[in-house]
């Protein structure tokens, strides 16, 4: 008897890329996609009903991004192991990625030679980075070496996150308190917090903010 194939959800919110990484993924004998999402709640609830091995994760998605929605399957879902697939090759998201939990980051671009492969590597317990991303370790663990310190934490809470998303997508406080189950005097005291942690007067510039860090799409 071989072992079971490795059960795997897939999230991305363009249908047409969960269609092509769907083929890869079930041509392999050992990988089998068992369900699939198009933003990062409903990835979070399709793992809780499915408990998949594997979580597929796009970065840019609705809701909550791929790297909020790998934050809260770590807490939640801790045997579901996470890999990213982004078209984003930046340093920031790879950092944010490994923080959030993810075992690898896999570029769309590279997706049918480096995705499989992943996979398997994710489900050994071992890393699997892009070359990109391994150049980006390097250096950065150069830089803290020189600098003589740790790097900076995150600078804002995983709810503070999650508002500052939500407002940059045009929900009002009185929508935000409804998605979080949350008062809506809470959602302007973390809205408040926001502003300030990062300097910002407005959602203008929150929106502005949040596009150059990958919570939501320009």
């Known amino acids: ?13 363009h249908a047409l890329v969960r269609r092509g990484v769907r ?16 933003d990062g709640a409903e990835a979070v ?12 994760l796009d970065i840019a998605m609705p809701r909550l991004t791929g790297l909020q929605a790998a934050r809260e399957l770590s ?4 045997e579901t192991r996470i890999l990213i697939l ?8 790879f950092f944010e990625a490994l923080g959030a939990g993810a075992s690898g980051y896999v570029l769309k671009s590279v997706a049918d030679r480096d995705l ?34 740790t790097g900076s934490s995150r600078t804002l809470t995983d709810r503070e996150e ?13 929508q935000i308190a409804d998605l979080l189950v949350i ?24 929106t502005r903010y949040a596009i150059r860090v990958g919570l939501i799409e320009p």
């Open 75 to 78: 807490r939640t879902c801790p």
């Open 23 to 38: 083929l890869i993924l079930d041509a392999e004998p050992d990988l089998t996609v068992v369900a699939e999402a198009d």
């Open 1 to 13: 008897m071989t072992d079971s194939p490795t059960r795997i959800l897939l999230a991305d919110d």
């Open 116 to 149: 499989v492969e992943a996979c398997r590597a994710t489900m050994r317990g071992e890393p699997f980075l892009c070359p990109g991303a391994v150049d980006a370790l390097i250096r950065d663990h150069l830089d803290r070496v020189r600098e003589g310190g």
């Open 162 to 174: 999650e508002i500052l998303k939500l407002v940059a997508e045009g929900h009002t406080s009185q």
């Open 86 to 93: 982004t078209m984003y090759d930046n340093e920031q998201y």
């Open 183 to 206: 008062s809506p005097k809470t959602v302007e005291r973390h809205r408040a917090n926001v502003l300030q942690k990062l300097g910002l007067k407005d959602r203008l510039e929150l």
């Open 45 to 56: 609830a399709r793992a809780r009903e499915h408990r998949p091995d594997l979580a597929v």
